[in-house]
């Protein structure tokens, strides 16, 4: 089961998830779609080839070493890349997450607070949160890197480092501080900006007829994103609680 589920049916989708997103960071590097909502996308491309990569590397390379005798040789480099790549792929979630999160506010503003678009939705201001969501992705995983360590058992005994094993570690940072950054304020605050986002976009419906080319064009663009942040919620929310529950 786990050769078929995730040996060859999860390579399969993470790499159409590889190919579809390098396609879109194609499309979205041209001069005329240059905006700040697509870099915000262009970022995200980014961080889902990442977690995508994560996911070759810590679930589908495994599979394969484990029901591929000739495979075997390289289990050593699995485990070394699941030990690099884990906290990498978290923390490429975790830029997801809050890049999500930055586009949200975009549109809101852009949106439901049209005055202020000219000063606060800037090319710019963008990057700087893109960098500012990097670093922050980065420095909040850094105590993964010390979470698991590769040494060799001849009985069963538990995974991860003195650190990782560590019960307070386990409860403030795995537990709590994941539910509460991880969780809660990104979701809470997407969720509160999408309700505002559709009282707008069905304000708009009402005088489409009315509406010129440009507006148009940003009502379309709000929908399509509406639709992006809906289907990253479904799917990032089991992942969330499926670390929270390996944690526990």
């Not at 993470?14 to 005329?32: T, W, Y």
């Not at 995974?159 to 537990?175: A, P, Q, S, V």
Request: aromatic share 12%; charged share 10%.
């Amino acid at each position: 089961v786990n050769l078929i589920v995730l040996g060859v049916l999860g390579c399969g989708l993470a790499v159409l998830g590889l190919l579809g997103n390098c396609l879109s960071m194609l499309v979205l590097q041209r001069p005329k779609m240059r905006s700040s909502t697509s870099y915000f996308l262009l970022s995200l491309a980014v961080y889902d080839n990442l977690i995508l990569l994560g996911m070759l590397a810590y679930f589908c390379g495994p599979a394969l070493v484990q029901y591929s005798p000739g495979l075997r040789h390289i289990q050593s480099i699995i485990h070394l890349t699941v030990v690099a790549g884990y906290p990498l792929s978290l923390a490429a979630q975790m830029g997801s997450i809050y890049t999500c999160v930055g586009f949200t506010v975009e549109r809101y503003i852009a949106v439901c607070k049209p005055l202020h678009v000219a000063n606060t939705c800037t090319k710019s201001r963008t990057i700087r949160v893109i960098i500012l969501v990097f670093f922050w992705s980065i420095l909040y995983n850094i105590p993964r890197f010390f979470h698991y360590e590769i040494y060799y058992i001849t009985s069963d005994s538990p995974g991860g480092d003195e650190f990782g094993r560590n019960t307070t570690f386990k409860h403030i940072y795995l537990i709590y501080s994941q539910l509460f950054f991880m969780f809660l304020i990104p979701f809470l605050a997407i969720l509160l900006m999408n309700i505002g986002l559709i009282r707008a976009v069905k304000v708009s419906m009402s005088a489409q007829r009315s509406m010129c080319a440009s507006a148009r064009k940003e009502h379309n663009l709000t929908i399509m994103l509406i639709a992006v942040i809906v289907v990253f919620l479904v799917c990032q929310f089991p992942t969330i609680v499926d670390n929270i529950l390996v944690a526990v």
